[in-house]
């Protein structure tokens, strides 16, 4: 199954994980220090892979207007009912339906590491971009997809027993508070995006590297990275 279908398979249990408040690094941390990400409001902004639709929301109440769009159907109908005066379509991200040079602001929240044609959903937003217009994009740091951390302790070893540099599908299932939820993802090196912004012809202008700040000191995800923060600007 491609990892758009296994999203749509995996949609109730998605939607029930991401709007328990607290439940997720959204919540705890995540969301603010994306928002640090991004250009100014107001700016009309396209959200690629917006889920159940938890960031459009939130990007509304601070001043941006925003359309939505998922690969997941039953994602849209739930970011719909959530919000009805709301713009949220069902396409791929690799075949937007959205005229050239038409957005100042495309953002990419956790979604590119699930899409399957990463390279053409990078250059799709490139093409609706506006020029001096910007990609902001969230992922989970390839250096976090590349391996595990041995065990739980905070001193615990993070070892790579494959390649970082080869892609591959994984599936990451977790179990929290009586919910579960499945990420259907690949793990892609750093380099594969870096060749895809450039293929697009954007030019990146921010990169910051995501540790959980609720980890104690010294703590695992205090000493690697969760995820990767990026701001790309299409050259006018
Ligand atoms: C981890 S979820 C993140 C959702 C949302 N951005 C959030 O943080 O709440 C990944 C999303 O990517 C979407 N996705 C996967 N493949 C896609 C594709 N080809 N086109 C559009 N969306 C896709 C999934 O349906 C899912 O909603």
Known sequence: MNMRDA??????NWIAWARTPGHDSYWRFHAERFFEL???????????????????????????????IDGSATLIEHARSADPAGDYRVADAAALQIGDASVPLVTAFMSLQDIDDMPAAVRETARVLVPGGRLCLAIVHPINSAGAFETMEPDAAFVIRGSYFEGRRYEDTFERSGLKITFYSEHRPIQDYFAAIEAAGLLV??????????????NRWQRLPLFLH???VKPV
């Open 38 to 68: 991004l250009p100014p409001a107001p700016c009309e902004t396209l959200d690629v892979g917006c889920g159940e639709g938890r960031l459009p929301r939130d990007l509304k109440q601070r001043g941006y207007s925003v359309t939505g």
């Open 205 to 218: 202008e921010r990169l910051v590297e995501i540790p959980d700040p609720k980890d104690p000191p010294g």
């Open 7 to 12: 999203w749509e398979a995996e949609a109730a």
């Open 230 to 232: 990026l701001r790309a």
